[in-house]
């Protein structure tokens, strides 16, 4: 094995499920556990030094994370730095012997950990101000770590890799000008690759980065292939990258967005596992992202990692509290006509129809005295390329149908988007849903994940999420930004999640609704379910006991099961 790649072969062998689990070492065996973390403050700051190994191998100990305190911010204190984590909900794990560097929660404390230019970026995009995972991922990163992050989603966490990793691209371009990759972002969607890309090039403007988009489209390949330059950055989805694999050596950081569906997708780890042979760097750090950890991948992270750091902000594997979460019963026997109802009630905004009374100042009142709720933008979910193409065709019918005046123009308020359509479609559809030009979308779940709408209102799960991590990232496309989680403890939560169920999604119920009470926002539970009261309505009794959506019982962790999880058969996106 090449000295810069112990992750490869180990990775392999891991996935095979060989590969043996070494010792974690530090502290890696301890669980998530909330009481702990109220109380067992030690936990976080105060490690056992391990004697300096005096390392058997020059590169890992040229890449090793300094041992030195990093340079003093406001949060320099033991104590301050202690007491913002714990405000925040941050959990660090790091090896015996590595010490954590404080957050930066400013830019005067950020100034301390990354380059100028990176810092005069953040301020001028107005991220002047870190949210919870970013605070500690830029230090952790500055400081050489290898950092898998489990945040909640909207909670920032593009901008907690790409910052350090951006910043350590222009330090290293300041010493040492010939062209090379720096970094290679993976991302699971092409929409999502897209995004990242345009973040990367909005924060590095003026930078004169090269960004190389890769998605395994016809435009992008003709753009890679006519470009002679070596691009600085390549942010791609792992198919596209794994088919142009040259000139990775010189790669810095790899980054895994999504990292949980990149690993456990069969069809795509064993392309990340040849991505991450090639990147032979001995000073490649590598990162993972997502707002579901399990369990399995941070065994996997522990594996290839050579300095590893863990960093968990709020109650791991969680849907988001500020979006109101409402389960809504839609038919016997997995009939289905229910569920139709029950987007027709939705659409015309009588939330109060499928059994919950939100209450607040988001209602609105027709000339007739009429109240109802806005509820656009709409992101309608359901589990299948052929399920989403005919429900589309329903929905712009049923829009039409409900709006006086132009039905056609009505009808065009609705696109959908799935893995069928053609690119170019789906970039239109997703440019007219972001552009307000229309007002609902119906996907499959190749846009559950990272893809950053601002200001969804409503998401409809029309059909049943196959795993409890799909139901937090679809549930997370409504309620994004730090603001949502502020504006929405200070007065009523602003958006709503609903997912309608029949009987055949009985054996996901209870995991389901203790995912809901676990986020803890404010919950439209059925009474049996809210209750914790034993199932008596829908489904049969074995079916749920065969249970094919279980939340790992893991009462510090709250973790989500990546073997056990994913039980159904994953349809095509
Ligand atoms: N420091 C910040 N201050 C204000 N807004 C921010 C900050 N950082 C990120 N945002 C905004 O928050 C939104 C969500 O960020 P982002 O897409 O990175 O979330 P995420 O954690 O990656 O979510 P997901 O898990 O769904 O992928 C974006 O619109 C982004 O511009």
Not at 231 to 248: E, G, I
Request: glycine residues 8%; positive net charge; contains cysteine.
């Amino acid at each position: 094995m090449p000295a810069a790649s112990p992750s490869a072969s180990l990775f392999a062998s891991l996935l095979t499920g060989g590969g043996k689990t070494k010792g974690s070492g530090g502290n890696h065996a301890t669980r998530f556990d909330r009481k702990r973390f109220a109380s067992d403050v030690a936990l976080f700051e105060h490690k056992t030094p391990k004697p300096a190994s005096g390392s058997d191998n020059d590169a890992h100990a040229a890449a090793a994370p300094p041992s030195e305190p990093p340079p003093p911010t406001s949060l320099d204190t033991p104590e301050a730095a202690l007491l913002y984590r714990k405000a925040k909900r941050i959990r660090v794990d790091v090896d015996a012997g590595a010490v954590i560097p404080p957050p930066a929660p400013d830019l005067a404390s950020i100034d301390a950990h990354m380059n100028a230019r990176v810092v005069t970026a953040l301020r001028v995009g107005g991220f002047a101000n870190a949210t919870a995972c970013q605070s500690q991922c830029y230090t952790l990163m500055a400081a050489g770590f290898d950092v898998l992050c489990c945040a909640p989603t909207g909670s920032g966490k593009t901008l907690a890799f790409l910052a350090p990793v951006l910043s350590s691209f222009v330090q290293r371009r300041e010493k040492d000008s010939t062209p090379c990759t720096h970094a290679v972002v993976l991302a699971p969607s092409r929409e999502l690759a897209a995004q990242t890309a345009r973040v990367l090039k909005s924060l590095a403007a003026g930078a004169s980065v090269k960004v190389r988009v890769d998605t395994g489209v016809k435009d992008d390949e003709k753009r890679a292939n006519a470009s002679k330059a070596v691009p600085d950055f390549v942010v791609c989805t792992p198919d596209a990258c794994a088919s142009r694999l040259r000139k990775l050596g010189k790669v810095r950081a790899l980054v895994l967005d999504e990292a949980d569906r990149l690993l456990l997708d069969d069809g795509i780890r064993a392309h990340v596992q040849t991505i991450v042979a090639a990147c032979t760097s001995k000073h490649l750090r590598m990162h993972m992202f997502s707002a579901t950890i399990p369990e399995k991948v941070d065994a996997m992270a522990r594996e290839m990692f050579r300095h590893p750091a863990r960093v968990y902000v709020g109650v791991r594997n969680t849907p988001v509290s500020h979006v109101r979460q409402q389960l809504v019963y839609c038919g016997h026997g997995g009939q289905e006509t229910g569920k139709m109802i029950a987007v027709k009630s939705v659409l015309r905004g009588k939330l109060e129809d499928l059994g919950g009374s939100f209450g607040g100042e988001d209602d609105t009142t027709d000339d007739r005295g009429v109240r109802s709720r806005r509820v656009f933008p709409c992101l309608i979910f359901c589990r299948s390329v052929a399920r989403c193409q005919a429900l589309f065709e329903q929905v712009r019918a049923l829009f039409a149908s409900l709006q006086s005046g132009d039905s056609a123009a009505a009808a065009r308020r609705v696109v959908g988007l799935h893995g069928g359509m053609s690119t170019s479609a789906r970039q239109d559809a997703l440019t007219r849903f972001r552009s307000g030009d229309a007002w609902v979308l119906v996907a499959t779940d190749v846009l559950s994940r990272g893809v950053d709408f601002a200001g969804v209102r409503l998401v409809v799960n029309y059909d049943f999420p196959s795993t409890a991590a799909d139901y937090v990232h679809r549930v997370g496309r409504a309620g994004r930004a730090p603001t949502a989680a502020a504006s929405a403890s200070a007065q009523a939560p602003l958006a709503r999640a609903v997912t309608l169920y029949t009987a055949d999604d009985a054996d996901a119920l209870r995991p389901c609704a203790a995912l809901i009470r676990e986020a803890g926002g404010g919950a439209f539970l059925p009474d049996w379910l809210d209750g914790g009261t034993s199932a008596s309505g829908g489904g049969d009794r074995k079916r749920r006991r065969g249970g094919g959506w279980r939340v790992e019982k893991d009462p510090g962790a709250n973790a989500i099961s990546g073997r056990r999880e994913v039980r159904r058969r994953k349809p095509k996106e």
